[in-house]
Each structure stands twice: as C-alpha cells, then as structure tokens.
C-alpha cells in the first residue's frame, strides 16, 4: 500500500524559512512533486523531482525561493521553503506519479500540511 506522510508544516514570519518532509512507502514511482492548495483556489504545482537522477522543476513562483529534494536511502522527499511569502500561505501536498506540473499525472496523495506566513 502506497503512503505519503507530511511533515514540517507550521506558522511562519514572511521571510522565513521551513523544510516540509514527505515520507514515502509502499512502492518507488518515476516523480514525486509538492503542489499546494490556497483557501478559494486551485490546487497548484510547486516543484517536481525525478526519483532516478534528481532531476527537479519549479513553478515560476518557486524559482530560487523554494528547493525540492530527496534522500533515497530513506524515501523522503523535502521541500525548502526559503524567503516565504504571506501569498505562500496554503495547505502543502506532497504527490507520487509520472511527473509533469499536471495533477492528473500524479496516481497518489499525502494528507496535506499547513503552512502559514504572517506578515
């Protein structure tokens, strides 16, 4: 059975930092990515990585702020949340799939997590 378990969430400073965790069990798939959820908004992409080699994607919005990365030896994935934002502000969620920005290419959800940037 495939699990994805977040962590790290929590209440922020704008310009802060946090590193969100996603464990993974039950079965290695081709991508894991972060997307995130504002309240009245869409679910959105955040960054992607390809569990092979590493290699990552970003939202514009993520470029240079955010770091996706993983630790094979332990199957987690992170997510470095670096010079946050108030519009940050979303329920994070970790995802497993084929890859691409597109939700539907994503088979496999975690629970999601909270994050929260004051002002």
């Known amino acids: 059975q495939v699990q994805l378990v977040e962590s790290g969430g929590g209440l922020v400073q704008a310009g802060g930092s946090l590193r969100l965790s996603c464990a993974a069990s039950?079965?290695?798939?081709?991508?894991y990515a972060w997307f995130r959820q504002a309240p009245g908004k869409e679910r959105e992409f955040v960054a992607a990585i390809r569990w092979s080699d590493g290699y990552t994607s970003y939202t514009d919005s993520a470029k240079g702020r955010f770091t996706i990365s993983r630790d094979s030896a332990k199957g987690t994935v992170f997510l470095h949340l670096n010079s946050l934002k108030p519009d940050d502000t979303a329920v994070y969620y970790c995802?497993?799939?084929?890859?691409?920005?597109?939700?539907?290419?994503?088979?496999?959800w975690g629970q999601g997590i909270q994050v929260t940037v004051s002002s």
């Open positions: 039950g079965r290695t798939f081709s991508r």
């Open positions: 995802a497993a799939g084929s890859g691409g920005p597109s939700r539907d290419k994503y088979d496999h």
